[in-house]
């Protein structure tokens, strides 16, 4: 059967060779790497720098199956497939199962049934009202400010109610910018790729490039370490059941972790968008010369800053934007971190689709004011099942999600917002009490995370 010397004559030409997991397993490295998809085995090895989602992607399912990650992040899978071809190496083995590291083949089949029912009862469709509506109330909160200071002027009242409003449209177009962000929009991808430069980069002063590259990566393998950069905190933070005492056992101290619950709350959600991010955006279209981003991202600072520099002149509109940032990452990060940090945050253990997002992400209970906050992310659960689902949808989909999970004892968790916040605030906490536990020796199975 295949191997590593079948590679290279097969490469290309769409050749029929037939391999075990064990063999596809040993292309999981840089340079070398190869997915299944349906039984089919690819390698993608020169294709993952061209990979229109990003490298990164493809690389976090090198050497296993990646049919659910496909079949959920690609709209067009035909016109996909186009591009699969020329990298078909071969297929599995006839004795080999379908899914790797003995995964629950039923679990799965039920689990890719039930998303068929789902796009054949039309819960992938979208409705244009719903966000023709959206879009319109972000517009018109963009534009009450200006109203405001042109009858009013730029008293501190006023002042301190425009920043409000600002940072509610930000917010806002946060949530829809991410919609089109995940071709959840429109029949035709197109438009999603163009109107979600248009909301990020023109309404938001961000890059659609930069964001598709980190929020792939983030659904592709949430909350698992080296692969979820929303849980790279870049050593500034340690956070999950294992990394803190993997820190504590080998004494890293980057920063003094042992009070990390008292810094979180002053560099965590004040600082996230306004700094980091910000940063990070730049370095990022400047670095890969991503010109028609940061045309984008241009056109948002000149039409705020002639808005905003005839009521307050150039010094005194950044301030108020940093205000308005400010505001708008507390926003952001209380309302996607609740559902993720307080859930398994862990090393990749090769779960299956379901399982893997079950773990990671939790729901917030639905009302009307929690769904338009949120960005309907109170339903985390069903949107990280079905990324490209339209957010309206995920009410009519939530209780079938549960029911699968029931059948199969999976925990289907939902919590109150409150609750949400307070379990969000305890997780540094429990992260000090686990960072200490490693530092001053550590148990057993403390170790034995570390060593795995």
């Known amino acids: 059967m295949g191997g590593g010397t079948h590679q290279t004559s097969v490469e290309g030409r769409g050749a029929s060779g037939v391999y075990t997991w064990e063999e596809v397993q040993k292309h999981s490295q840089r340079g070398d790497q190869w997915v ?10 020169n294709w993952v720098k061209r990979h229109p989602g990003g490298h990164r992607v493809i690389t976090h399912y090198a050497g296993e199956d990646a049919s659910d990650a496909f079949m959920a992040f690609h709209p067009d899978q035909t016109f996909v497939r186009k ?8 297929e599995l083995a006839p004795s080999e199962p379908s899914q790797d590291h003995k995964k629950n083949a039923a679990l799965v089949n ?11 009862e039309g819960l992938f469709r979208t409705s244009p009202l719903f966000f023709c509506l ?15 200071l042109w009858y009013w002027g730029n008293g501190w009242i006023n002042t301190i109610l425009c920043i409000f409003i600002l940072a509610t449209a930000q917010s806002q177009a946060g949530w829809l910018q991410h919609d089109f962000g995940h071709l959840s ?42 692969k979820d950069p929303d849980i790279n905190m870049l050593n500034i933070l340690v956070l999950g059941n294992v990394q803190p005492v993997e820190y504590g056992i080998k004494k890293l101290k ?86 993720h940090l307080s859930m398994d945050v862990d090393y990749e253990k090769h779960d299956d689709w379901l399982s893997m997002q079950l773990k990671a992400t939790c729901n917030i209970e639905q009302s009307f004011f929690n769904d338009w906050f949120s960005g309907h992310l109170n339903f985390q659960i ?71």
């Open 36 to 45: 299944v998809i349906e039984r089919k085995v690819y390698n993608v090895s």
């Open 134 to 148: 959206h879009l319109g109330h972000i517009l018109l909160l963009e534009a009450l400010p200006l109203a405001l």
């Open 185 to 226: 929009v429109f029949k035709r991808s197109r438009w999603d790729h163009l109107l979600h430069k248009f909301v990020i980069g023109h309404l938001k002063g961000a890059s659609a490039h930069w964001w598709n590259h980190r929020h792939f990566q983030h659904h592709a393998k949430p909350n698992v370490f080296k």
């Open 110 to 120: 039920d689990f890719r049934a039930l998303r068929d029912q789902f796009k054949a």
């Open 382 to 452: 069903e949107h990280h099942l079905f990324p490209m689902m339209p957010r309206h949808n995920y009410i009519h989909a939530a209780p079938r999600v549960k029911e699968l999970c029931k059948k199969y004892g999976i925990h289907y968790e939902v919590k109150g917002l409150w609750e949400a916040c307070v379990r969000l605030k305890g997780a540094s906490r429990k992260d000090l009490l686990l960072y200490e536990q490693g530092r001053d020796g550590a148990s057993y199975f403390a170790e034995k995370c570390v060593s795995e």
């Open 254 to 339: 980057h920063l003094p972790y042992n009070h990390q619950h008292q810094y979180f709350f002053l560099i965590g959600p004040p600082l996230l968008i306004p700094v980091y991010f910000n940063i990070h955006i730049f370095q990022t279209m400047i670095q890969q010369r991503d010109w028609v981003d940061f045309a984008w991202y241009l056109s948002y600072y000149i039409r705020y800053l002639s808005c905003f520099v005839p009521f307050y002149g150039v010094f005194g509109s950044f301030a108020l934007l940093m205000c308005v940032r400010f505001i708008e990452s507390h926003w952001f990060v209380w309302v996607t971190q609740m559902n």
């Open 83 to 90: 591009f699969l071809k020329p990298l078909l190496v071969g």
